[in-house]
C-alpha cells in the first residue's frame, strides 16, 4: 500500500481500472451467471465496437450531451444568483428557504411527467429536468460560500470606499469560488443523471436513455453495460472539466499552501 500511495495518479488509476476489469471478469466467469444476465468485460467490449461502427452510441450521446450541458449552465445561471439572494437576505431566506427544502424531498422521477405535460418541447422538458436537479447542490453551495467571507474582509472594503459591485468582484467572489466550484462539480454529474430521468420519462428515438430503454426491453445486458459505461464517462468528462477549470482558477491556493 505503501508503495501504491508513492505512485502518480495516473498510475494508481490504471492500477485500480485493471483490478475492477479483473473482477468483473472473474465474477462473470465464475459466478454461473448467463451472459444475458451478467456479460462479461469481452462481451461488452463486442457490444461496444458493434454500436459504435453502426453510430448509434455516438448519435445517442450527442444528443444526451446536448441537454446536459445546457441543463448544467441554465442551473447554475439560475442557482447562483438565488442562492447570492438568499445568504444576504435573511428574509429572503425565511420566504423561499422551506420550500427549496421541500421541493428535494419529492423525487425528480415523480417531478419530471409533469414537465412533459406542460412542456411540449421534448428538448426542454429533459433540459429543465436537469435544471431542476442540479439547481440545489449549486444554491446550497453558493449560500456556503457567500458566508464563509470573514467579516473583516467587509469592514477592509468599507474601509477602501469599495463599491456594491466590488465588494462582489473583489472580495466575496473570490472567496466563494472554491465553495462554488465544489459545488459546480457536484452539478455537473448531477446534469448527467437528471437527463437521463428525462429521457426515461420523454423517450423519443433520441438520447442515452432511450437506448438503455430500448436495450433493457430486448434483454441485451451487454448493451445496457455500454450504455452505463457511457454516461460514466459522460459524468467524469463533465467532472474533469470543472475540476481543471477550479485548478486554473484556484492556482493562488496551491501557490500559498507550498
Not at 465474477?27 to 461502427?53: H, M, N, T
Not at 435573511?90 to 420566504?95: N, Y
Not at 411540449?120 to 431542476?132: C, D, I, P
Request: charged share 15%; proline share 5%; glycine share 6%.
Amino acid at each position: 500500500m505503501r508503495w501504491l500511495r508513492s505512485q502518480p495518479t495516473w498510475l494508481t488509476i490504471i492500477i485500480s481500472f485493471v483490478l475492477l476489469i479483473a473482477a468483473w471478469h472473474l465474477l462473470a466467469s465464475l459466478g454461473g451467471y448467463d451472459r444475458f444476465i451478467l456479460p462479461g468485460p469481452a462481451d461488452v467490449w463486442e457490444q461496444l465496437k458493434i454500436v459504435i461502427a453502426d453510430g448509434r452510441l455516438i448519435r445517442h450521446t450527442l444528443v444526451t450531451a446536448s441537454e446536459v450541458v445546457p441543463g448544467l449552465l441554465i442551473g447554475c445561471l439560475i442557482a447562483m444568483p438565488l442562492g447570492y439572494v438568499l445568504a444576504k437576505s435573511r428574509l429572503a431566506e425565511r420566504l423561499l428557504s422551506p420550500y427549496l427544502i421541500a421541493s428535494q424531498a419529492i423525487p425528480i422521477i415523480a417531478i419530471a411527467p409533469l414537465l412533459t405535460i406542460w412542456i411540449r418541447s421534448t428538448y426542454w422538458s429533459r433540459v429543465l429536468v436537469a435544471v431542476l436537479v442540479v439547481f440545489f447542490p449549486i444554491a446550497i453551495n453558493t449560500i456556503a460560500g457567500m458566508r464563509s467571507v470573514p467579516d473583516e474582509f467587509y469592514d477592509l472594503m468599507g474601509s477602501l470606499k469599495a463599491s456594491r459591485w466590488q465588494v462582489i468582484r473583489k472580495l466575496e467572489f473570490p472567496a466563494a469560488l472554491p465553495i462554488l466550484l465544489a459545488g459546480l462539480k457536484v452539478g455537473a454529474t448531477l446534469a448527467v443523471i437528471g437527463t437521463l430521468v428525462g429521457e426515461f420519462v420523454q423517450p423519443k428515438s433520441q438520447g442515452l436513455g432511450y437506448l438503455l430503454v430500448t436495450a433493457r426491453y430486448q434483454f441485451k445486458t451487454d448493451l445496457v453495460f455500454v450504455v452505463l459505461l457511457t454516461l460514466a464517462a459522460m459524468a467524469l468528462l463533465m467532472y474533469g472539466m470543472v475540476a481543471m477549470v477550479e485548478k486554473r482558477v484556484l492556482r493562488w491556493q496551491s501557490a500559498n499552501g507550498k
